[in-house]
């Protein structure tokens, strides 16, 4: 019984002594449960939104003030014209424009009806709808106020339109959050596996002091996944068009050398992992971990960031499939060309360059 216990203190004793797996046994769930509980929502908070009120009067006033009040909705610009609408869509920088009409508060008072029109981005069709029901909501609570203590019927009738996605495909949405998971797998996590597979065999030292230079080597490596991912590119695009219908509006040569950066980005990172990785298992590890649960859960491919907390706010802007969705959906559902993305694919590039530079300088300390 005594050598029973002794055996179970010392595999105490080797979890303990093992950081990697008092990681997997504490760190993971606690990280997990956060990212899984703050993450996932169906809700919607601080969506910024734009107002073009042709009445400016006290009524559509005071509907605006309960609009600004509510956590749900963020005021980013007032509007003046008809024609801002779609620059400010093609943008990016709203989710959402009311359209107040003319003379609002007096067809109100007189008809005892007036229209608001809720014009919403589709490209994500689960906050379209949210964002419309939100809207909604707030615009009956205003009826039921101003209807309390009378005895005619005051009815304001909103027009929902949506914008980019007016029949709200799923398909829509899935595309570009699918496309960038592919290409991120493809990319990163097997470029990892392959160069961590030739450290593990012994084979890395064999190419490296072959007449190849180091950076051929790895050139030679990552090239073929550069193929292979241009090929699931292709592939995804062209599903999406003749199977789910899904248009190109924009560019097919921007839509390529975009994602030709994204997947040099994705190997990069591929690389970098690698050098940090001993075997296999861990690059595998550190991928699905480290790339494809941020990938899913903070690039806004699933769930809106804007109604994430602060700090995964924060985090999501180091993601770079995050800037790579939004580049994807302004090119295949806007029609938008460089000049309405060219932050995204600046910041894209810059995230590029840092990992290339740091996978670079980690191989050359690996090989000092």
């Not at 009806?113 to 809720?118: D, G, L, N, P």
């Not at 390529?256 to 591929?270: K, V």
């Amino acid at each position: 019984m005594k050598r029973f216990i002794g055996f179970i203190k010392k595999e105490f004793y080797h979890i303990f002594r093992d950081k990697r797996s008092l990681f997997i046994l504490f760190g993971m769930p606690i990280v997990q449960i956060l990212l899984f509980g703050f993450a996932i929502t169906n809700e919607i908070n601080n969506v910024n939104i734009a107002i073009l009120d042709h009445s400016k009067d006290a009524t559509t006033k005071e509907i605006i003030n309960k609009i600004s009040a509510s956590k749900y909705f963020s005021i980013k610009q007032m509007l003046t014209r008809e024609t801002d609408i779609a620059s400010i869509f093609e943008k990016g920088h709203v989710k959402a424009v009311l359209n107040f009409e003319k003379d609002f508060g007096q067809n109100l008072i007189k008809e005892h009806k007036a229209t608001v029109q809720i014009i919403t981005d589709a490209t994500d069709p689960n906050t379209a709808n949210t964002i419309s029901n939100y809207v909604n909501a707030i615009m009956q609570q205003y009826q039921r106020k101003i209807n309390r203590d009378i005895t005619t019927t005051y009815q304001i009738v909103p027009e929902t339109r949506m914008v980019y996605n007016p029949e709200l495909k799923s398909v829509y949405m899935f595309v570009p959050g699918v496309m960038t998971v592919i290409l991120m797998l493809v990319s990163a996590m097997m470029t990892s596996i392959s160069i961590t597979r030739e450290k593990e065999l012994g084979t890395m030292e064999i190419l490296l002091v072959s007449p190849l230079k180091p950076f051929q080597v790895i050139v030679g490596k990552v090239f073929p996944y550069i193929f292979l991912s241009i090929i699931n590119a292709v592939v995804i695009v062209m599903l999406s068009i003749f199977v789910f219908g899904m248009p190109v509006q924009g560019s097919l040569f921007l839509l390529a050398l975009e994602s030709i950066l994204f997947i040099i980005s994705a190997l990069a990172l591929g690389i970098l992992i690698s050098t940090i990785s001993a075997t296999q298992q861990t690059a595998m590890m550190i991928s699905l971990m480290g790339l494809m649960l941020p990938v899913i859960l903070l690039s806004g491919f699933i769930f809106p960031i804007a109604s994430m907390p602060l700090p995964l706010q924060i985090i999501s802007n180091i993601i770079p499939a995050k800037w790579f969705i939004i580049i994807i959906k302004g090119i295949m559902l806007k029609g938008v060309g460089l000049q309405f993305i060219w932050k995204e694919t600046l910041i894209l590039i810059g995230m590029t360059v840092f990992f290339i530079g740091l996978s670079v300088r980690k191989y050359k300390i690996r090989l000092e």
